[in-house]
């Protein structure tokens, strides 16, 4: 292409397809792992932002040659850059003292410049750090959930009957099991036939993963304890 202001169509389609398959590798590695923003999301995300460096780029191309007009085509990829923030701020979440969708949100954000590189031609950075992101989100997901899955905080839900004591039995042996309890939350359910309940929730960190077993084994054979339950934080 002899001038810099004017593409053709063969070139604007790769680039655009282009985005679509790199922000749908990183997509679906999101929807595989059931988190807010999936496939669909990311795809937009980066062949919009790839439209946009198009536009930025070529869009204005017939003011070129105009006296006193000079063309920047950055001006629209900045604003993409920073435009990208709401979208990801929808993604993170706070529960109690866990934020879950931090990854998610910065996962957008690069796929948004994934597909500015895609729409300026940049193609074998817009590969390489797709390739580079994929490897972050697979390899060292695994590498987390090995070494670090023991300051995970994760949720224990306690269904139990309304008496002395029953608090008192938990925490002792959550207290000898190496258990961390961060924040207890204590409320009077209503259960058809079973008056007197009460569900008792602890975000807690378990050292090791294998106690989960012999945590939830235990609670349950308490006198007054009818259900127990573990929820494992979502990764960000």
């Known amino acids: 292409m002899s001038n810099p202001w004017v593409i053709d169509q063969l070139h604007i389609t790769i ?22 923003a999936g496939l669909r999301t990311h795809i937009l995300v980066c062949v919009g932002s790839a439209l946009v460096m198009l536009l930025s780029i070529y869009g204005f191309g017939a003011f070129a040659n105009e006296t006193n007009v000079r063309l920047d085509p950055s001006r629209l990829a900045a604003q993409v850059i920073s435009g990208i923030g709401f979208l990801g701020a929808g993604t993170i979440m706070f529960n109690g003292r866990s934020i879950t969708g931090l990854t998610t949100a910065a996962s957008l954000w690069v796929v948004a410049g994934i597909g500015l590189a ?47 004591g029953t608090l ?34 602890f975000h807690v960190t378990i050292p090791k993963p294998s106690l989960i077993g012999a945590i939830l084994e235990e609670t349950n054979g308490m006198p007054g304890v009818t259900d127990v339950t573990i929820e494992t934080s979502k990764s960000v």
Not at 184 to 201: A, F, M, R, S, W
């Open 15 to 36: 680039r655009l397809v282009g985005a679509l398959l790199l922000g749908g590798l990183i997509g679906f590695e999101r929807e595989m792992s059931a988190h807010a």
């Open 168 to 201: 008192g039995l938990i925490t002792t042996l959550l207290g000898s099991k190496k258990v961390d309890i961060r924040q207890i939350k204590l409320e009077q359910i209503d259960v058809e036939g079973k008056p007197n309940l009460v569900q008792i929730t």
């Open 118 to 164: 895609m729409g300026a031609g940049f193609y074998f950075p817009a590969a390489l750090v797709c390739f580079m992101v994929l490897l972050s989100l697979w390899i060292l997901n695994k590498v987390e959930h090995r070494f670090f899955n023991g300051k995970k905080i994760r949720i224990l839900k306690i269904t139990a009957v309304d008496q002395p």
